[in-house]
């Protein structure tokens, strides 16, 4: 199944709050993990990447939280700020392959 | 953004006209992709190219075909234009630091099909 489930579709965060996107997958032959950030009229940009060896990643205030037997993993986004408003796609790589799957994108509002 | 052009950025069309999209790298990389995103399914790829004259079908191909003739220039032709394919399209390539999965778009090119 080369599918990746996005969850919620929108969320709606106070200033300063954390923000927590959910993906989960099924198919083991996901090998990477990234997650895009797009801005209105603007392409998607990478946010922050894991690897499935690895359980947690942080770059400021993003954080990748991955759960291997589960086959889910997250993005939180620590005292979220206004700036941060954007949709939010987690995507899985296929080993050996070319292909990039993206979940359906979660749309982040940051209210002051 | 530096490195892809994509253009037209925006085009009206009718249905059953060809339309023809542009991808400019400046990057010379061999891979290039190109996305559709609507609402409620994400990205998915239609057509990727692994060189010139090299190229291969994506998740949702169907209507859609592409040339590469020369390595910063990768072309998506909607033969005949249907409403279904009214959507934002993206050309990308990978980001340059190697690991897979890491693409850096251009900033969309927007299609009505009325």
């Not at chain 1, 979220?80 to 941060?84: E, L, T």
């Given at each position: 199944q080369q599918q990746v489930k996005q969850s919620p579709q929108s969320l709606i965060v106070q200033k300063g709050g954390i923000s927590i996107i959910n993906c989960a997958y099924?198919?083991?032959?996901?090998d990477y993990f990234p997650w895009y950030q797009q801005f209105p009229g603007k392409g998607p940009a990478l946010l922050i990447a894991i690897r499935p060896d690895v359980s947690e990643k942080k770059e400021g205030r993003f954080t990748i939280s991955f759960n291997k037997s589960a086959k889910q993993f997250s993005l939180h986004i620590m005292d979220?700020?206004?700036?941060?408003s954007a949709t939010y796609f987690c995507a899985a790589s296929i080993r050996n392959t070319d292909k990039l799957i993206f979940g359906t994108g979660t749309r982040l509002q940051v209210f002051p | 953004d530096a490195g892809i052009t994509q253009s037209p950025r925006h085009k009206v069309t009718e249905t059953g006209t060809p339309v023809t999209l542009r991808c400019h790298q400046?990057?010379?990389?061999?891979y290039m992709y190109w996305y559709r995103q609507d609402p409620g399914h994400g990205l998915r790829l239609i057509h990727y190219s692994y060189g010139v004259k090299d190229t291969d079908k994506g998740e949702v191909s169907d209507g859609y075909s592409v040339s590469r003739s020369k390595t910063e220039d990768f072309l998506l032709t909607l033969e005949s234009a249907t409403s279904s394919q009214t959507s934002v399209y993206f050309c990308a390539i990978p980001s340059?630091?190697?690991?897979?999965?890491e693409l850096f778009f251009g900033e969309g090119s927007r299609l009505t099909v009325l």
């Open positions: 099924e198919n083991t032959a996901f979220s700020q206004p700036g941060d | 400046t990057e010379n990389h061999r340059g630091e190697g690991n897979p999965g």
